[in-house]
């Protein structure tokens, strides 16, 4: 019910636009958070954009370079992704919270009630 696209491969200081489609009445009003998860490494939190739509929390390592929007009419989430770097590189995974919740509550993954399937993001140096 979340689909996640957009991923590929790009060079260090370019550009990707994720985006996270869903789909089924559930999902009229919904939080969404975006996460990634390198090799060996456990996933982390990225982006997250309030059930109102009105705010937004970014982790730190990505904060002025990433951007998480929703289209309410299309029911798709994006993370716009701009100064990419090679650490920036691993799959990433869109979430759904059907739950109104404090902005800063979710960095959490157990906020979560639905997650996509990932995208793999890829920045070569």
């Known amino acids: 019910q979340l689909q996640a696209s957009g991923g590929g491969l790009v060079q260090a200081g370019g550009s990707l636009r994720l985006s996270c489609a869903a789909s089924g009445r559930t999902f009229s009003t919904y939080a969404a958070g975006w996460f990634r998860q390198a090799p060996g490494k456990e996933r982390e939190f990225v982006a997250a954009l309030s059930w109102s739509g009105s705010s937004t929390y970014y982790a730190d390592s990505v904060k002025g370079r990433f951007t998480i929007s929703r289209d309410n009419a299309k029911n798709t989430v994006y993370l716009q992704m701009n100064s990419l770097k090679p650490e920036d590189t691993a799959v990433y995974y869109c979430?759904?919270?059907?739950?109104?919740?404090?902005?800063?509550?979710?960095?959490?993954?157990?906020?979560?009630?639905?997650w996509g399937q990932g995208t793999q993001v890829t920045v070569s140096s």
């Open positions: 979430a759904a919270d059907l739950t109104p919740a404090p902005i800063a509550t979710m960095e959490g993954i157990n906020e979560y009630d639905y």
